[in-house]
């Protein structure tokens, strides 16, 4: 390999590290290191193509990494195997970080339930928030926050065990990383200076950015745009763009997408429908089909439903015929699938994580009572089994 060769690799390397993760500490070392290397090209490139800013400090790098559609709402937050969050551990997760950040270096995990509890009794009850220590889901969602701020490293275990304060046997020590915790929240604004009611308009205030009307500041807006959606959604449809936008990526999609694919890799997928980057090592998502298990299985069988569906013209699948679909595939797959799956009224546990993953991956679209198959949910139809025969 050639020295531009290795440079190349390196740099790839570190931008596929940063779009994965976008808040590096010191347990990714590798991935610190070659952004160290680098950081004045990436603080060029993500800049220039994306108009994010990467900070680098001695023991972390954070990506500043606003999305293109900050009211999409569509992908849950997820930390490792873990469920994805929900509303509920959301508001958790803001309490906790609300309760950690008051907090001396170390603390415990009966301390953040304890504060969370008081806060929420000020902060979200009115909108009819409880949280209580003596409810186990309660702690056990506790848990899953504390552990996705292990994950990032805004805390660290000193000792004890998570589960025992599950179980109400025992408490963990942390050690609080406070300048993981000051980054943690990409905003633009403080949160609490907004005047944004709540909802899409509180989210769009929070990451707002400074813009000067001009020309040249209009068109590096909509490259920005444009560039974060392309690489954040899973598939960009011409349909959701404005014509502004639809008229600039149609002259500019060349200039936009020559850097982006050349620094991670990735391949873009052209339809008449609209754009999607592919990652041929399937490592730059937080949620992939086909996937492992039942779960998985069920999904795909859906999205070949749908793709038939789509191409008989139904622009809508009400939730009535998914579950009766559900139930014939149980009835010729079940037996593969796990126990819960064969259960009676399992069709409709099946249909609502089969749709979630769908959603998430820009396949359909919720709409009341049903689904709405969007274009890119046919290119995972299944082919008829093909014989050869001996010559």
């Not at 976008?22 to 290191?33: C, D, G, H, I, W």
């Not at 469920?83 to 008051?102: G, I, S």
């Not at 889901?137 to 599950?166: K, M, N």
């Not at 890799?265 to 490592?283: F, H």
């Amino acid at each position: 390999m050639s020295m531009d060769e290795a440079v190349l690799a390196e740099r790839r390397t570190a931008v596929r590290a940063l779009l994965k993760q976008p808040l590096l500490t010191a347990s990714s070392e590798a991935s610190l290191a070659a952004v160290r290397r680098h950081v004045v090209w990436l603080r060029d490139f993500f800049s220039e193509n994306f108009g994010w800013t990467l900070y680098v400090e001695r023991e972390l790098v954070r990506l500043g990494k606003t999305p293109g559609n900050p009211a999409a709402g569509n992908r849950a937050a997820m930390q490792g195997e873990a469920a994805p969050f929900t509303k509920r551990r959301y508001v958790v997760f803001c309490l906790a970080l609300a309760a950690v950040e008051r907090m001396d270096r170390q603390t415990t995990l009966q301390r953040i339930a304890e504060d969370i509890v008081s806060l929420a009794a000020v902060a979200v009850s009115d909108v009819g928030f409880t949280f209580s220590l003596t409810v186990r889901d309660d702690r056990r969602e506790l848990v899953a926050v504390v552990r996705t701020l292990l994950g990032l490293g805004v805390l660290r275990r000193v000792q004890g065990d998570e589960e025992a304060f599950v179980a109400d046997k025992g408490d963990a020590l942390y050690r609080i990383d406070r300048t993981v915790l000051a980054r943690l929240i990409n905003a633009r604004r403080p949160p609490s200076t907004l005047g944004a009611p709540a909802g899409h308009e509180r989210v769009e205030a929070l990451v707002e950015e400074p813009h000067v009307e001009t020309e040249e500041a209009n068109r590096r807006a909509l490259r920005h745009r444009l560039a974060r959606r392309l690489i954040d959604d899973p598939v960009l449809y011409y349909a959701d763009l404005s014509v502004e936008e639809r008229e600039y990526l149609h002259r500019a999609r060349a200039a936009i997408l020559k850097p982006i694919l050349e620094a991670t890799g990735l391949e873009v997928e052209a339809r008449a429908e609209g754009l999607a980057l592919v990652d041929p090592q399937r490592e730059l998502t937080d949620v992939s089909l086909p996937e492992e298990g039942t779960s998985g299985h069920v999904a795909l069988l859906i999205a070949d439903f749908l793709a038939m569906r789509i191409r008989a013209g139904d622009t809508f699948v009400s939730n009535v015929d998914l579950s009766r679909h559900l139930r014939e595939l149980i009835a010729v797959h079940g037996k593969y699938w796990r126990k819960a799956a064969r259960e009676d009224g399992a069709e409709i546990h099946l249909a609502v994580e089969a749709v979630d993953l769908l959603v998430a991956l820009d396949l359909v679209r919720r709409v009341r009572d049903g689904v709405e198959p969007l274009p890119a949910v046919a290119r995972f139809a299944l082919l008829p089994p093909r014989v050869e025969r001996a010559s």
